[in-house]
């Protein structure tokens, strides 16, 4: 009877996971969410924090600002050529999914209209050419870039 707390724990985790997916609206691009938000939790989370806020420094916030990046030419290259994403060690497929559960866990809003999700092969031939020392440099010009477009909309 030792056994038995322990299998009604998981048996209660496993419900309360369950039912908590049965919420969940589809993400495009990703058939698997539970498993891009683990491997969220484990490739991505130590820098940029549980929820995508960062720190501003060496590690820049993504809640807020990630889908921004595809609104603006060059973006969507520099999002998959990010050293964090080009060198991390999942598959091209996982490394999709999880590119494609960030954009809309953290910044769905600004995604474009016409915003189609990373896939496999695109994210294979994007980490093939990371971004190193001109990475900050890069990202400065295209938050700019977005920054500069979003206030001219606004603009009378």
Known sequence: M???PL???AFAAMTVALAARAGEQPIPGVTNAAQAHQDYILKCQGCHRPDGGGD???NPPMRGIVGRFLTVPGG???V???PGVATVNLDDRRLAELVNWTLHRFDAEHLPPDFRPYTAEEIGALRRNPLRLDRVA????LVAEFEN???EQGKP
């Open 149 to 151: 477009a979003g206030s």
């Open 80 to 82: 998959g050529q990010v």
């Open 138 to 141: 890069t990202r400065a010009r």
């Open 76 to 78: 969507r290259e520099f």
């Open 56 to 58: 501003d420094r060496s």
């Open 2 to 4: 030792k056994g038995a």
């Open 7 to 9: 299998v009604l724990t």
